[in-house]
């Protein structure tokens, strides 16, 4: 049986093989035609998103910038972590522009700022207070094992500048995308929860609507007794809402016997994720 590869940007390798063998082939075509449309769905959004990225900021450097595309790794991280996980792509800002302290322009992989962006006439960029969040994908040969000394000194003060300006910082390694997929799923959820409530479904009470969301913005179980004291409500009060959810498929026990329980968000439910 003879395969043929094509060399077809993000596309996972099953969706770039045709089998030149009778019924294989009719296979293999059907399983492209399957996998290209949900990809099709993400790249449509992806360069839609880019164009009024570089139709709405008039900073001649961050046009440059977006224009040439962006990086493998990030646009990787948009198609396999965030965008399955929250939806779309509002509130991301690519090779957004910062300054540091001794005025030196620096550009951050993605930014997420949920208050939005108001562009000035003078073309300047101004981002409300409500909140910002860097999201920079590391590559283990550009921030490890070949990194020189001041590239890593640099790097470092970045992420100081970053932190001491109150951006919540997380950095992405991309190892993690390709091998731990579904944590960084995790964390693109707890990411956001620091910024604002995300939606829960209809029909929960104010208690098993505040649990889902106390329960995404941790990356680890809790106990009863954290959540009780969170949600300031009995033990007993507290058990039934856990179960109620657990019901639901939103929430999973996680370890634990019977009044000693731990239990996390049931981060594979689609029902439940962030919109």
């Not at 590559?139 to 001491?164: N, P, T, V, W, Y």
Request: charged share 25%.
């Amino acid at each position: 049986m003879k395969a043929t590869y094509f060399g077809v940007k993000h596309m996972p390798l099953t969706c770039a093989i045709r089998f030149e063998s009778g019924s294989s082939m009719e296979a293999a075509v059907f399983i492209f035609r399957v996998e290209g449309a949900k990809m099709g769905a993400f790249e449509s959004l992806y360069e839609d998103w880019l164009r009024k990225q570089i139709e709405q900021d008039n900073n001649p450097r961050r046009r440059e910038l977006l224009r040439k595309g962006l990086g493998h790794a990030t646009v990787e991280y948009l198609r396999t972590c965030w965008h399955p996980t929250i939806g779309n792509l509002d509130h991301l800002y690519p090779e957004w522009e910062v300054r540091d302290f001794s005025g030196r322009l620096r550009y951050l992989d993605i930014a997420y700022l949920p208050g939005g962006v108001l562009y000035l006439p003078s073309g300047a960029a101004y981002h409300p207070a409500e909140g910002k969040g860097c999201v920079e994908i590391q590559g283990f040969r550009s921030h490890a094992r070949d990194i020189e000394a001041a590239r890593f000194k640099d790097l470092c003060m970045k992420q100081a500048m970053l932190a001491l300006d109150d951006w919540l910082f997380l950095p992405v390694a991309y190892l993690s995308i390709v091998e731990d997929p579904e944590l960084c799923r995790q964390q693109v959820l707890s990411f956001v929860g620091k910024f604002h409530s995300t939606t829960v479904p209809s029909g929960l009470g104010w208690a098993e609507a505040e649990t889902l969301r106390f329960a995404r913005r941790l990356l680890r179980p809790f106990t009863p007794g954290e959540l009780a004291l969170h949600l300031r409500i009995s033990d007993r009060h507290t058990r039934r809402v856990l179960h109620e959810l657990v019901e639901r498929s939103a929430l999973v026990v996680a370890g634990g016997k019977q009044r000693y329980r731990i239990y996390q968000i049931a981060w594979g439910s689609r029902t439940y994720r962030s919109r």
